[in-house]
């Protein structure tokens, strides 16, 4: 089991209480790939540092930091996980402050345990090649793993010496490394899109050969209950786990309420600061969303920023259909584990979403959304009939549009004479 430290930072554009909430969900991420988080480090500042991220003082206090840990600590610290992608100067930057040559300044006790410097988007990647399954999700994460670490692979060959070479070479080693291990990763990479190509054909031909059935596609943040209710409304066992990406693959499963037969997909879900490196290769997966008649947007409603993470895959649905629209249902889940503080009869203070009764939210979503949203538990089973109804109203709309005659469905709605 590694351990780190996690490292943000605090800027006009990005407050304390927002930093804060990314460090708690980037301590969820490191939990959900078997990283035991220590310590949160965080610094003000205008914007990150173009050479270290924080400032070379945080630096070289995370650098202390670690140093007395593992003097004084049986728990050795491991990586350092900073809440943003950093750039590869940043990294080697980095990774030279943490790791620097053992001086008798730290006066060590013991030899000092390498610190590996890594990202948010290295971390998601990490979970990724971890809980793909299928051999087309794990062409998937290989690609967009090679993507990212392509423009890094100065930094794995620091360590080796520089000095011209002979032979008539102007190159050291290193470099000499580095030109082999990019042209053997550009040649991987060209494989991999190839082979994505080809997955693509052929999944597009799938949906082509499941003809007219209405499709209906589960999207929403990750960790919402997409999977569990999947297996709800389908009577299946999609695998479903309380950690970040649980379900990498696109499930599709016909499901039928009142002989209303439609298409169910479960889609992988998103997240705040999603690598772009994952979202390319992830396009055949997320041809399910551009594809779909109607979306099932799940939204936890027990979380205490869920209208931070409903704006988050609201913004890159639309990203992903760009000028096209497509009708949704909301669905907030998770109703049994909601909370809140009711505020007291003399308290004046503004209404927040830490003192407002499911009630008052209930009221408030749907006067927004008006009959496009339902409350449910997936877990306890809660409002289930009444999601089925409205799901059954939904397809039945758009079947009718697209089968105006379908007498064997509803003969109700057959020209009378």
Wanted: proline share 4%; hydrophobic share 35%.
């Amino acid at each position: 089991m590694e351990h780190a430290v996690l490292i943000g930072l605090i800027t006009p554009s990005q407050p304390e209480e927002r930093t804060r909430e990314y460090l708690d969900e980037l301590a969820f991420l490191a939990d959900t790939r078997d990283i035991v988080p220590v310590r949160r480090l965080v610094q003000r500042a205008e914007k990150p540092d173009t050479n270290t991220y924080v400032g070379s003082g945080k630096i070289q206090e995370i650098r202390q930091w670690i140093v007395e840990q593992q003097q004084t600590s049986d728990s050795v610290i491991d990586l350092a996980i900073f809440d943003d992608e950093l750039s590869p100067r940043q990294i080697r930057n980095i990774e030279q402050a943490l790791n620097p040559p053992h001086s008798s300044k730290d006066n060590d006790k013991k030899e000092f345990h390498p610190i590996r410097v890594m990202d948010r988007t290295l971390l998601i990647l990490e979970i990724f090649l971890q809980r793909a399954q299928t051999s087309y999700a794990k062409t998937q994460v290989e690609l967009a793993h090679l993507q990212y670490m392509l423009p890094r692979l100065t930094r794995m060959w620091s360590h080796l010496d520089r000095q011209r070479g002979g032979g008539g070479t102007n190159r050291g080693t290193g470099e000499t490394q580095i030109e082999a291990d990019r042209r053997i990763i550009g040649s991987r990479i060209a494989l991999l899109k190839d082979e994505l190509k080809r997955i693509d054909r052929q999944m597009a031909t799938q949906r082509q050969n499941r003809g007219k059935m209405v499709r209906v596609a589960l999207v929403g943040y990750t960790n919402v209950g997409k999977s569990t209710l999947m297996n709800l409304l389908s009577k299946s066992e999609v695998f479903a786990e309380n950690k970040l990406f649980a379900t990498l693959d696109t499930t599709v499963r016909k499901v039928t309420i009142d002989n209303l037969p439609f298409l169910l997909s479960d889609t992988v879900g998103f997240i705040r600061k999603l690598p772009h490196h994952l979202i390319e290769s992830f396009k055949s997966t997320l041809d399910e969303v551009r594809e779909a008649d109607l979306l099932v947007h799940v939204v936890d409603i027990a979380h205490p920023n869920f209208e931070e993470q409903y704006e988050v895959v609201q913004q890159t649905i639309q990203e992903l259909l760009k000028t096209r629209t497509i009708p949704s249902i909301v669905v907030f889940n998770k109703i049994d584990a909601f909370t809140y503080t009711p505020k007291a009869e003399d308290d004046l203070t503004p209404v927040t979403r830490e003192n407002m009764s499911l009630d008052d939210l209930q009221r408030t979503w749907m006067a927004r959304l008006q009959d496009d949203c339902i409350f449910i538990s997936a877990a306890q089973k809660q409002n289930i009939d009444a999601l089925r109804r409205l799901l059954y109203e939904r397809v039945k709309a758009i079947h009718v549009q697209r089968y105006p005659y379908n007498d064997f469905l509803f003969p109700d709605l057959l020209p009378q004479g």
